[in-house]
């Protein structure tokens, strides 16, 4: 048996969706994200292209039945250029910012939800 300590905390996560082509449209736009879709899962799902999966973190959304507005876990999503520019996105997509950008020492980040209601964060890194 080995002791190693993973590399990272998160190694997957799942954001579940009432709409599967919106919220696709939505990450997409918010997160300049892109999806690879699979369906050889007990569920269709959309994987986010963002890391390499043998190494990274990445995750998936599926069509599921999200948490109640704002009250499930929140992910975080990293978006690569100016967070402000990110946080527009988000309205215009059919989300809402929900908090100022808060400052910590690895960048910055502000709480969203999602179309489904579904609590994510946006961040940049210092």
Not at 33 to 57: H, L
Not at 102 to 118: E, L
Request: glycine share 10%; aromatic share 8%; hydrophobic share 35%.
């Amino acid at each position: 048996m080995s002791n190693v300590t993973p590399q990272n905390a998160i190694v997957w996560f799942e954001i579940p969706v009432t709409d599967m082509a919106r919220a696709k449209t939505f990450y997409a736009k918010v997160a300049r994200a892109s999806f690879r879709d699979d369906d050889t899962g007990p569920n269709p799902m959309a994987i986010f292209n963002i890391a390499d999966m043998k190494s990274g973190v990445s995750g998936h959304l599926y069509p599921g039945k999200p948490a109640a507005s704002g009250s499930g876990s929140t992910i975080h999503l990293a978006v690569a250029e100016p967070l402000e520019d990110a946080l527009k996105r988000v309205g215009e997509s059919g989300g809402k910012v929900g908090s100022d950008i808060v400052k910590i020492p690895p960048g910055r980040f502000a709480y969203c939800t999602d179309p489904d209601g579904n609590s994510i964060g946006l961040f940049t890194h210092s």
